[in-house]
């Protein structure tokens, strides 16, 4: 049994992996910053790092690997937001579907990161201007 789980663990890996590259070159392809560097060789991916600006100092770190899934949202080097497993794949997706929708600039916050302080202050800034 254990082995049956570890063997699907990997090929859910080999198929982030291959998504995520696919969503690289899709938004950098976009003129959209974004790069996808994966560990491993050929056919046998152990992982990724999937990183993407949303906005001017706004980006997304997407890691996955045999040794775990997770994801990091950050603001001007500070961390946001940081989900692991299944949150972080349902995040990915939600950020995939808003990256390839269109322009950054309508990038919907996630609630959590509504809730920083000074990211309040930036969307009251912004809505006032």
Not at 53 to 75: N, T
């Amino acid at each position: 049994m254990f082995s049956r789980l570890a063997n699907q663990y990997r090929s859910v890996v080999h198929d982030l992996v291959l998504s995520l590259q696919a969503l690289a070159d899709c938004l950098d392809q976009r003129g959209q910053t974004a790069s996808c560097y994966v560990c491993g060789d050929g056919d046998d991916n152990h992982g990724a790092s999937f990183v993407a600006e949303l906005e001017d100092r706004h980006m997304v770190r997407f890691l996955v690997s045999d040794f775990g899934i997770s994801w990091v949202e950050s603001r001007d080097g500070r961390e946001l937001v940081k989900l692991e497993g299944a949150e972080a794949i349902q995040e990915l997706q939600r950020v995939a579907a808003v990256l390839q929708s269109g322009p950054a600039s309508r990038w919907p916050r996630p609630a959590a990161v509504l809730a920083t302080p000074d990211i309040q202050a930036d969307s009251a800034l912004a809505e006032s201007a």
